[in-house]
Structure formats: structure tokens, C-alpha cells
């Protein structure tokens, strides 16, 4: 008897008959005698229905009461699953986030977990029921309903696995597996058997949508063993995601370029002519950083006058707010010549842990590019990855001849 803990995103759960199905699949693992905590998102579309509702009220919603809202969308589904379940004949309960006890700080819209409580989950597993959980959702230590921020439902359900000990997670979504890149960018992209978490977690961070990247952090700083699994299809292995040691055997692929990932989501902003001196950095980025602005990549380029110029990288719906506080907060105090914002780049990725024993791979990449009359604006590297930012208008066909250069569709 094993303890698994599956996880269905909006899609898997999208109607009745969906949620049905879901249940199906539940009923077969609790039969072969298993314990099972089926984590779930709200019904696809219900959250942007939500926070659509909430801004016909107010422009820009109060976050704490936008949480109040969003996470009834997995209240719903909580309830129709367990219902589900109980039709098919099979003890089940659900739980809200706050009913569990999922633990988190108050950063609102995107909280982080601290702790979670099992005490209850295990108890209601050893008697023999399945325990619905709502993805997506927390309270802080004042009783607030906190969220996760898009994809928390893949965190909620690692951070569970974590929690109980879990033998496996098990991430249902629309596809099979993870795949070298998006097939509907690349219609020949191959499904991979095995990923290791440092790909993965690259992979995510740079726009693969997935696992969501706190899921995939999680997962590797707790060894939950994790794997991504259609929930539309029967039969199939989906995609282990294991460690870089585990890889070596002969049954899994070591490539040296594992996928290419993209992201639409970036705007760039450029800090143009400030005084090159100790602290600048900092100055920047330090109200960003207090107005809980994640920022990516970041590039400063020094100049023979005595000054630099600053770019980094922003989520697009926050560039507007950065480049106020910016232009509020900063300008006059670093005396920067110019602030500008560019919401119209994308971001192109190239991952594999072969990196690490092939050289060639940035080259290899610039060449591509060049060829293609693909100018890059800015470069970040990691060990394992390689990442490029560019005109929006070209990231399509950066991904399509990059795939085709590493020749991942018959790796």
C-alpha cells in the first residue's frame, strides 16, 4: 500500500463530467488498496471569471480581499469531487486550505507556505477515507484566506506529499508529460521520460507552464518523487522528475540539451546614465524589492564617463507599477538620465545539465540566432541554462530553429 498524492489542475476539473472521471481515477488507486489526497484546481476559467468580477467592482482590487474571493473558485470543486467520490461509493472528504491548516506568511495574491498541519489528513486517511484538498490556498496566522499566486495548486500538492511522506505526487494536467518544448510551437517536440529536477526547475523558471516552479523547488529540497501524468488518457508513464544521480541509469535519456523554454510574460526596464559607484545597484532595486516585485535578469553595462546603464527584467503586468516607483522613488535621487519600459521582448531558454561537460552550447545557440538575423538584447547563464531575451515578434521562430539546431525531436 502506497500513499499518493495526486493533484488535477482547472482543465482535469472543467465540468461535472471531468470531475467524474477524475473520481474514476481515484476509485482505481483506492481499490488497489492505496491511500490517496487528491489536491484540485478551480474549474478552467473560474478563476479569471473571479478576479474579473472583482475588478468590475474595484480597478485595482485590494489583495486581501481578492484572495477572499478567488479561493471560492476551489471551494466548488472540493465539494463536487467529494461528492463524486461518495457516489461511486467511496468515503471521501474535503478540506479547505484553512481546514487543513495550510500555514502561510501574508503576502497576498502570492503567499509562500511555512508549515502544514497532517494531523487531521492522516487520521481521516488511516480511516479509510480520501482526503479532497483545495488547491491554490492558505491563511496566514491571523485566520486570513491567503493564495498562492497562478500554479499554486502544484505547490499545495507537493508541499502535501512533503508534509505526509507521500511515495509519490502525481501532477494530472491536459498533457502527457513534459515535453523539449511546446508543441504547438514545435509540432515535432518529443515527450521525455525523465527530467532531473534541476532541468525542471530551470525549465519552469524560464516559462515552461508545466509545473509551476515553487512545485518543482519543493519537490526537490523534500525528495518527493514527482511525475506529470494526462489525466485524459488511461494508460501511460508521463514524466519522472528525478535527481541528476538517478539519471545515469541506462534506461533514461541524458541529453545534452533537455528543452527549450519560453516566456511572453517579461517586460524589460532600462535605467539609462547613473553614477557607477557602490550601492547603485541597490538603490534601484531596493524599492522594487519592497514592493514585492520579483525582477529576473539583470545586466549593467559600464561606461567610459563615469556612469552605467541598468536593465533587468519584470513580470509584464507589474512593468506600469516599476517604472512609477522608479520614476517616484529613484530618479531624482540617483540622478538617472532616462527610465524607459519595454513590454514587447520575450524570453528564449536553452536547459540541460549536459552543459556542464559539453562546450559549444552558447556558441552554438548565438550562431543559431545570428542566422536567423535574431538580435539578442540580453543574456543570463546558469551551469545548465543558457537564456536570451528578444523581440517578441521573433520568439517563435527562435524556438522552432534552436529545437531543430540541438536536434532535440530525435534525442
Known sequence: MALIVQKYGGTSVANPERIRNVARRVARYKSMGHQVVVVVSAMSGETNRLIGLAKEIMADPSPRELDMMVSTGEQVTISM???????????????????????????????????????????????GYVCVVAGFQGVDEKGNITTLGRGGSDTTGVALAAALGADECQIYTDVDGVYTTDPRVVPEARRLK??????????????SKVL?????????????KLRVLSSFEDEGDGTLITFEEDSKDDNM?????????FNRDEAKITVLGVPDKPGIAYQILGPIADANID???IIQNTGADGTTDFTFTVHKNEMNKALAILRDKVQGHINAREISGDDRIAKVSVVGVGMRSHVGIASQMFRTLAEEGINI???STSEIKI???IDEK??????????KAFELESA
Open 81 to 127: 469531487t467529494a461528492l463524486a467520490l461518495i457516489d461511486l461509493g467511496i468515503k471521501a472528504k474535503s478540506y479547505t486550505g484553512a481546514q487543513v491548516k495550510i500555514l502561510t506568511d501574508n503576502a497576498h495574491t502570492k503567499a509562500r507556505i511555512l508549515s502544514i498541519d497532517q494531523h487531521n489528513l492522516k487520521a481521516d486517511l488511516d480511516a
Open 194 to 207: 525523465s527530467i532531473t529536477f534541476e532541468e525542471m526547475l530551470e525549465l519552469a523558471s524560464q516559462g
Open 212 to 224: 509551476q516552479i515553487r512545485s518543482v523547488e519543493f519537490a526537490g529540497k523534500y525528495k518527493v
Open 253 to 261: 535519456e541524458n541529453p545534452i540539451i533537455s528543452g527549450i523554454a
Open 295 to 297: 525582477v529576473d535578469m
Open 377 to 379: 538584447q540580453m543574456i
Open 387 to 389: 537564456a536570451v531575451v
Open 394 to 403: 521573433y520568439m517563435e521562430l527562435a524556438v522552432r530553429v534552436l529545437h
